[in-house]
Structure formats: structure tokens, C-alpha cells
């Protein structure tokens, strides 16, 4: 069930028949009742014999997904994928919104969204053959291990080291922020493998897996109560040069092809992460609004707070009088 764009169906017409596949798989999504709670959870707070179970229904609903020709659509024919456009990846999202499939999970996002992707496109034949689709199939999962606590907003400045040993690569750093990684087989890995070069052609990328020896995973908990992110050691993590992810010093290039899959992928999910803007100022208490580090961030920028506040009792945003800027709430207070 392979196209390329020199055969790309009419988008109606491809939607239409995810939707008659969905309705052979899954029942029609409930409607809404007036009792139901906005789901406004960005990362979910479950335990880990919840979060598996959620892993393993949304895994059994991706394999069938894949397996029917819509797991990868917007991945170039080359590279396993069926080489249509975005639309058709929202075409997917928007008819699955409208049957019961399980909610997918940040793993789920990461491992079929970037790293299969990432595998596909830059891996030899025999890391495609080994991985790629059993990453884009959920088979496997990989989370990403990028961020570093020395290394946030500036990619290119990490520090974590790896120095090659004959065949093999030995790692030594840390990462931070990685979603799932407790349950990941694989971890995409961008190491410095060149402290001499600019900093950005010293980074080569690799897959590590996880239950490699030297590896330690330690949750983050989070304000929630949830565990969805964590830190990962590496402390002379030993891995074949066979698993290095494109040339020795391309990591950066990897890293932003990576980063694009990201961006393709933002509007083709299944899951309004954190709810709308209508549910938000729907909430009996509307000062919940200032938990939200998004709003708090808008909130702070002088503009927005010299012109606009919260109206407690309905939530919605009104000017404010020359003289009549509000306090800063006492929870930013310095």
C-alpha cells in the first residue's frame, strides 16, 4: 500500500477510507456528556502498571495502524513511508478523533514521530532493516536523550563525551528531560565525539540501548505528581560503532532533521494536550490559570500585563485602566 506523490489520492477521498478502516477496528468515540471533565493534563500522572497498560493498547492499535498503510504516511517512499504530504498525517489524526483508539503517550510520539523517522532516513541498510520498522511499528520504543541540565535552550553546547575505543564508543554524561525513558528500548543519543571542533560539527548521534551496562534512569517527578520525565546517566556506556547514527561528526545534522519531523508532526495528534482555550477559562476557579507556565509566561511579558488582566469571576481578559496595573500574584513574587 505504497504511493508516492506522483500518485496522491484526493484527501477526502483518503480520509474516507481511514475512516471506514477505523470503523472495521474500533467503535465510534462516546459523545460528550454534560458530566464529563475537560482532560487539561499535559503529561498524565500514572502509575507505571498504568502507564504499561496504556503503553501496550496503544502499541496493539499502532501495529494494526502500520500494518494497514497509515503508520508512516509523510515519510518519503524511499525510506518505508508513503511520501504524502502533512494533510494527509491531520486527515489520520482528525478521523481518529472521532473513534474510541487509545490516547497516545509522549513515548509513543517520540518513538514513531522522530526516532523511526530519524532511523529511517539516516541509518545503513542493516539499522533500517533492524529498526526502522519496528520503531515506526511500535515494536520497539526509543525516547530522546538531547537535552543536557548545561545544555537546554543551547543544543550545541553539550558536554556529554563519546570517545571511540577501536570498534566500539564509550559514553560518559548526562541527559535530562527525556519522556519515557523507563520504558524505552532505545535512547537516540547526540554526544560530543570532537571537544576540538566548532561546536556544532563535533556531535555525531547514535542508538543506545538503555539496559546497556553503565546506564542509569532516574525519574523526575513533577508538580503533578506524574513521572513522565527523566534524567539518564551514562557512565562508560560501551556501544558499537554500528549503532552511530549518520557520519561521525554530523550529529547536528541529524539532530535538526530529527527536530523537523517534530514540527510535521505537531498537527497530526489525536490528543489536545492540556485542553482548549474554552475549557481553560471554563473552570469553576479561573485563577487556576496562573499554574499554567504558559500563561504565567505570557502574563510577564510587560505588553501583555500593561494591557490585559484576568477577570476572576469569568476568566476572560479586559483592559485595564492607565493607572490600575495589577500585582503581580505573591506566587511569582521574587
Excluded at 509523510?74 to 490516547?103: K, N, W, Y
Excluded at 571511540?164 to 547526540?190: H, T
Excluded at 523537523?260 to 477559562?281: W, Y
Aim: hydrophobic share 40%; proline share 8%.
Amino acid at each position: 500500500m505504497t504511493e508516492t506523490l506522483d500518485t496522491v489520492p484526493a484527501l477526502a477521498n483518503f480520509q474516507e477510507e481511514v475512516r471506514r478502516w477505523l470503523a472495521s477496528i474500533v467503535d465510534p468515540r462516546p459523545a460528550p456528556t454534560p458530566t464529563d471533565k475537560p482532560d487539561l493534563a499535559v503529561f498524565r500522572n500514572l502509575s507505571d502498571e498504568d502507564e504499561l497498560d496504556l503503553l501496550d493498547a496503544v502499541r496493539a492499535y499502532r501495529r494494526q495502524r502500520f500494518d494497514a498503510g497509515y503508520g508512516a504516511v509523510t515519510l518519503a517512499a524511499e525510506h518505508g513511508g508513503r511520501g504524502l504530504p502533512a494533510s494527509f498525517a491531520s486527515a489520520i489524526a482528525q478521523a481518529e478523533r472521532e473513534f474510541d483508539v487509545p490516547p497516545s503517550t509522549e513515548l509513543i510520539s517520540v518513538t514513531t514521530g522522530l526516532v523511526g523517522p530519524a532511523v529511517a532516513m539516516f541509518g545503513t541498510d542493516e539499522q533500517r532493516a533492524h529498526y526502522a520498522n519496528p520503531l515506526l511499528r511500535t515494536d520497539l520504543l526509543a525516547c530522546q536523550l538531547f537535552s543536557e541540565p548545561g545544555a537546554g535552550s543551547d543544543l550545541a553546547a553539550l558536554s556529554c563525551r563519546g570517545v571511540r575505543e577501536g570498534d566500539d564508543w564509550i559514553f560518559n554524561g548526562q541527559k535530562v528531560w527525556s519522556s519515557g525513558a523507563r520504558f524505552a528500548d532505545l535512547g537516540m543519543l547526540l554526544a560530543r565525539t570532537d571537544p576540538e571542533a566548532p561546536k556544532h560539527k563535533g556531535i555525531t548521534a547514535f542508538l543506545i540501548p538503555l539496559d546497556a551496562e553503565g546506564v542509569d534512569i532516574r525519574p523526575i517527578r513533577q508538580m503533578s505528581g506524574g513521572a513522565s520525565f527523566n534524567e539518564v546517566f551514562l557512565q562508560n556506556v560501551r556501544v558499537s560503532d554500528s549503532m552511530r547514527l549518520g557520519a561521525i561528526g554530523q550529529g547536528w545534522k541529524v539532530a535538526s532533521a530529527t527536530l523537523a519531523f517534530e514540527r510535521t508532526a505537531s498537527g497530526s495528534v489525536t490528543r489536545k494536550k492540556g485542553g482548549s482555550v474554552a475549557e481553560l477559562v471554563a473552570l469553576p476557579n479561573p485563577w487556576v490559570l496562573w499554574t499554567i507556565p504558559w500563561y504565567a509566561k505570557i502574563w510577564r511579558t510587560p505588553t501583555y500585563a500593561r494591557n490585559c488582566v484576568p477577570r476572576p469571576q469569568i476568566g476572560s481578559l479586559v483592559p485595564l485602566q492607565p493607572d490600575a496595573r495589577p500585582a503581580r500574584p505573591r506566587r511569582w513574587a521574587n
